[in-house]
């Protein structure tokens, strides 16, 4: 086994080995580009040193002689005294990983090496500033010493030479500088800075080892569900030095702008200057546009090497240089990060250009981007105030007046008031709150912490960690820096895609993206926004290879509708107890509290007429689509009044003495329904067979609709669906009785209506016996929530605000069930289902509905599993159109 490839040897495709930046330094050292020669060692050595606690035993010489080769190439040796070799060691796992160690520079320095350098260069002050920032770096990311100890004497120095620029430091200053750094090494770690290079350098590659396991690189690791046993590869890179004088710099870039996608000239430049004084803000960059001034073949070559690179990765890079004496260098290379809206762009912009054909545009773009690009956003024209920034937990933006607790946010919030709700953190005690808040912001908590997690949940939109602003609950105020103080009620804005804070009414503009979905903004027109012709594309595309068919969960006209225009190929669910609330819960209690069967056929027939008219509407709206409905399915108890309030109404007219018989009655069914776990109990095709009449009256609205419809010249496709099925008989049972209904509404109305029977699966056991279910059902819709809850043993609405927050943090799941469907427990019985059921009946059509139809991931294994359609609420259904599109491409 090979523990060490030099940058000439690997590839871009290396990754698994050689980590992210190893890889596409041997990419750019094979394509030509100067790249400082050096080696990786690979991921695997790091693998065997972090199982066995020491360095593969091969590991040693085999850096030796990579070590040597070095050398002869360089024609001088690691830390040699005269004319030393300089070299970086980088961290660099396959992922890039905040928590990893820092990359030390300039190892191989040392007292006698630093005066060789200096002869060397002809340059005393950069060698020791040189050996000072190594020293620096080594100290505190190798060794462990707190950094501080070393800026504070570094800023002494400065304050003692009455500047603030290190520029300003000479070479005496920094000889001082490294004297103190050393007693600081000595004093903090009780020994002396190493002079021997070659154990600078086994220390610091080992460090980088260790630094796969620290604390923050392991949360890091799954929150982001990167698996833990990957380890790092570690860079030793030949150092050269953008710190030899105003002919010298270091600068990042990007081949095109990040945030439009737009081609042209995008990065910073700083003059003598060492790697990460660029980011680390210590002088002002300056736009890499002015390169062109200061340098001009240098600046000419980079931009050749940006279009290779372009070219050569197809797509946009982003790049780390250093300027030695007018010669560039390549230090980094990776295709870049960017926006949701510039992803899109460039994705159409590259097949444009030729580099990539539409299947690859597809990779290039998902559907968490879409979904952002929907939701509503500030207007970037408005003045806005910005008063804080934390992390964006929930995107969307929210305008609100400042409340600091729960009570306080629904009391508002009842009385029309837009509130954002404030707090330090949140916890359960909290939700009542975050439900009436158009937005939360907290100070405290990152993207896993209880007000994140619930935020997503509820598609609310959060801001959390937002650490400079100082809030007090208790005096209903926050203080952000520069002393400005937002006190209960005064307005504030916050966008939960960037994670800022406003002061003030932020004016909020509608998506292009949602206008041109709805229809009120065309692609094609000359004045379309250029996302918006970029969006329209992708989704062509997308809609052309996808094999998923995408409908929509709707339970009214308006919503059928919206679906349609955003591409919905049916309805998946259409859940008909939405239909019993409002005026009609007076109906639902008649029947509840019906004694006899002609008391129950009254209000069953009050019903009829109602449900039916619901219905023919429906269908018009998805006319020539189909439209699946789902019978009757919760508890009974929810269309009755809350226990406790009618508990309170009837005692207090018993006390006053004019009990009302109605009331009495109702309490008495309330008790009677009352149960420990509604969601495991008299509910879906339970209801039906215990309720005389109830279902039947249910098919026959269907069926008297459909054939309205027919009569009318349309096209109806009902499919009637049977909730919370765990055994064949239960459908067997419904089946007959829907069938005599049906069969009698065709003879009375003369028309064939072909109308289809199917269930639910979404209790482990139909899951297990779906070749018996597939007997009597002509479709299966997976309900993943409930087929979540049951396999799990989790009550949604309790877990998500209770522990979830805990699992999350332990790692126990990277992401809630509810949101991304558990492949390897729920997914397995959702696939053996198929293939069960698929097995009894070869055209039996399989579908899911439920929140997991519009997640991104979720989507990818449905269409793995082989089934015919997903079904999601309408605003998700562009978002299951790409994903069922980059699925299938
Ligand atoms: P990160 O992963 O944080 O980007 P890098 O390993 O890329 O860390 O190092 C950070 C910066 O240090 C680089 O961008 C570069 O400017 C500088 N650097 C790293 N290695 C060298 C080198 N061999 N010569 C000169 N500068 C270097
Ligand atoms: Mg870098
Ligand atoms: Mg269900």
């Known amino acids: 086994q090979k523990f060490v490839y030099d940058f000439t040897e690997g590839n871009k495709d290396l990754k698994d080995l050689l980590g992210g930046k190893g890889a596409n330094l041997a990419e750019m050292t094979n394509l030509g580009l100067p790249v400082p020669p050096g080696f990786t060692i690979t991921t695997e050595a790091c693998k065997v040193y972090l199982e066995s606690g020491a360095e593969p035993a091969a590991l040693r010489d085999e850096v030796s002689a990579h070590l040597d080769a070095l050398e002869q190439r360089m024609g001088k040796k690691l830390g040699q005294a005269d004319d030393p070799l300089l070299v970086s060691v980088r961290s660099g796992a396959k992922f890039s990983m905040p928590g990893m160690m820092d990359t030390v520079l300039n190892i191989g320095l040392s007292d006698a090496s630093v005066v060789g350098l200096a002869a060397q260069a002809g340059n005393e002050r950069f060698a020791w500033d040189s050996y000072r920032r190594l020293i620096q770096m080594f100290g505190k990311t190798v060794l462990g010493v707190d950094g501080e100890l070393f800026e504070d004497a570094l800023e002494d120095a400065k304050r003692a030479k009455g500047t603030h620029d290190d520029l300003d430091l000479d070479a005496a200053d920094l000889r001082g500088l490294v004297e103190q750094f050393k007693a600081v090494v000595a004093k903090e770690t009780g020994r002396d800075f190493p002079q021997d290079p070659r154990e600078q350098m086994d220390l610091a590659v080992r460090a980088v080892f260790d630094s796969w396991n620290g604390e923050r690189a392991k949360l890091y690791r799954r929150q982001e569900r990167i698996p833990g046993d990957l380890g790092t590869a570690v860079n030793i890179c030949s150092m050269v030095f953008g710190n030899l004088g105003s002919d010298s710099g270091t600068g990042v870039a990007f081949t095109r702008d990040p945030a439009t996608g737009h081609q042209g000239v995008y990065g910073d430049y700083l003059c003598n200057a060492q790697g990460e004084d660029v980011v680390a803000g210590i002088r002002n960059t300056v736009p890499l546009a002015e390169l062109e001034q200061l340098d001009k073949t240098s600046y000419d070559q980079l931009m050749q090497i940006m279009e290779t690179l372009e070219t050569h990765y197809k797509d946009l890079c982003d790049i780390e240089f250093t300027i030695e004496r007018g010669k560039l260098w390549m230090l980094q290379t990776r295709v870049g990060k960017r926006t949701a809206a510039a992803a899109f762009r460039i994705a159409t912009q590259l097949v444009d250009q030729g580099l990539i054909d539409e299947a690859e545009a597809l990779q290039r773009v998902n559907g968490a981007q879409l979904a952002q690009l929907m939701f509503p956003r500030f207007d970037e024209k408005a003045k806005a105030e910005r008063i804080g920034w934390g992390i964006a937990a929930s995107p969307g933006a929210a305008v609100g007046k400042a409340v600091f607790d729960s009570y306080?946010?629904?009391?508002?919030?009842?009385?029309?008031?837009?509130?954002?709700?404030?707090?330090?953190?949140?916890?359960?005690?909290?939700?009542?709150?975050?439900?009436?808040?158009?937005?939360?912001?907290?100070?405290?908590?990152?993207?896993?912490?209880?007000?994140?997690?619930?935020?997503?949940?509820?598609?609310?939109?959060?801001?959390?960690?937002?650490?400079?602003?100082?809030?007090?609950?208790?005096?209903?105020?926050?203080?952000?820096?520069?002393?400005?103080?937002?006190?209960?009620?005064?307005?504030?804005?916050?966008?939960?895609?960037?994670?800022?804070?406003?002061?003030?009414?932020?004016?909020?503009?509608?998506?292009?993206?949602?206008?041109?979905?709805?229809?009120?903004?065309h692609a094609g027109a000359d004045d379309a926004d250029e996302l918006v012709r970029a969006v329209h594309r992708i989704m062509a595309y997308a809609d052309r290879v996808r094999r998923l068919r995408v409908r929509a969960n709707?339970?009214?006209?308006?919503?059928?509708?919206?679906?349609?225009?955003?591409?919905?190929?049916?309805?998946?669910?259409?859940?008909?107890?939405?239909?019993?609330?409002?005026?009609?819960?007076?109906?639902?209690?008649?029947?509840?509290?019906?004694?006899?069967?002609?008391?129950?056929?009254?209000?069953?027939?009050?019903?009829?007429?109602?449900?039916?008219?619901?219905?023919?509407?429906?269908?018009?709206?998805?006319?020539?689509?189909?439209?699946?409905?789902?019978?009757?399915?919760?508890?009974?108890?929810?269309?009755?009044?809350?226990?406790?309030?009618?508990?309170?109404?009837?005692?207090?007219?018993?006390?006053?003495?004019?009990?009302?018989?109605?009331?009495?009655?109702?309490?008495?069914?309330?008790?009677?329904?009352?149960?420990?776990?509604?969601?495991?109990?008299?509910?879906?095709?339970?209801?039906?067979?215990?309720?005389?009449?109830?279902?039947?009256?249910?098919?026959?609205?269907?069926?008297?609709?459909?054939?309205?419809?027919?009569?009318?010249?349309?096209?109806?496709?009902?499919?009637?669906?049977?909730?919370?099925?765990?055994?064949?008989?239960?459908?067997?049972?419904?089946?007959?009785?829907?069938?005599?209904?049906?069969?009698?509404?065709?003879?009375?109305?003369?028309?064939e209506l072909s109308l289809t029977l199917g269930t639910m699966i979404e209790l482990p056991r139909a899951a297990l016996t779906a070749a018996q279910i597939a007997e009597a059902a002509q479709f299966f819709s997976f309900g993943t929530n409930d087929l979540t809850q049951t396999v799990w043993g989790f009550s949604r609405d309790d877990v998500e605000a209770s522990f979830f927050t805990a699992y999350l943090e332990k790692g126990i799941f990277g992401v809630s069930p509810f949101e991304t469907i558990d492949k390897d427990g729920v997914g397995s019985l959702v696939r053996s289902a198929v293939e069960a059921g698929r097995a009894t009946r070869p055209d039996l059509k399989l579908g899911v509905c439920g929140e997991h139809g519009g997640d991104p991931e979720s989507v990818h294994f449905f269409h793995e599993v082989g089934l015919d359609y997903v079904s999601c609420s309408p605003f998700r259904i562009p978002v299951a159109r790409l994903e069922a599109g980059r699925a299938a491409a």
């Open 408 to 521: 306080t946010a629904v009391k508002w919030s009842r009385s029309g008031e837009k509130v954002i709700l404030i707090r330090r953190e949140t916890n359960p005690d909290d939700l009542n709150g975050m439900i009436a808040a158009e937005g939360i912001l907290t100070s405290r908590g990152g993207k896993t912490s209880h007000a994140a997690v619930v935020a997503r949940g509820m598609g609310k939109t959060c801001v959390c960690g937002a650490e400079e602003l100082e809030v007090d609950t208790k005096r209903r105020r926050m203080t952000a820096p520069g002393g400005v103080v937002v006190e209960e009620g005064d307005v504030i804005s916050i966008d939960g895609s960037s994670g800022k804070v406003y002061l003030g009414k932020v004016p909020v503009v509608p998506s292009p993206v949602v206008e041109y979905f709805e229809g009120r903004m």
């Open 554 to 751: 709707a339970d009214n006209a308006e919503d059928a509708s919206r679906a349609r225009r955003f591409g919905a190929q049916g309805i998946g669910l259409c859940r008909t107890e939405h239909m019993f609330l409002g005026e009609r819960r007076e109906l639902v209690e008649r029947l509840i509290l019906a004694d006899t069967d002609s008391e129950r056929d009254k209000a069953l027939s009050a019903l009829l007429p109602l449900q039916r008219s619901d219905f023919v509407e429906l269908l018009e709206a998805m006319d020539g689509l189909p439209v699946t409905v789902r019978l009757l399915d919760p508890p009974l108890h929810e269309f009755l009044p809350d226990i406790t309030e009618l508990s309170v109404r009837v005692a207090l007219a018993e006390a006053r003495k004019d009990s009302n018989e109605n009331d009495l009655r109702l309490l008495q069914a309330v008790h009677k329904l009352h149960e420990q776990n509604p969601m495991l109990g008299l509910r879906g095709v339970r209801l039906g067979l215990v309720i005389p009449g109830l279902f039947a009256m249910q098919v026959r609205a269907i069926a008297e609709a459909a054939a309205e419809r027919r009569n009318a010249k349309g096209d109806p496709r009902a499919e009637i669906m049977i909730p919370l099925v765990g055994t064949v008989q239960e459908l067997e049972i419904v089946r007959d009785e829907a069938e005599a209904v049906i069969a009698e509404v065709e003879a009375a109305t003369g028309t």
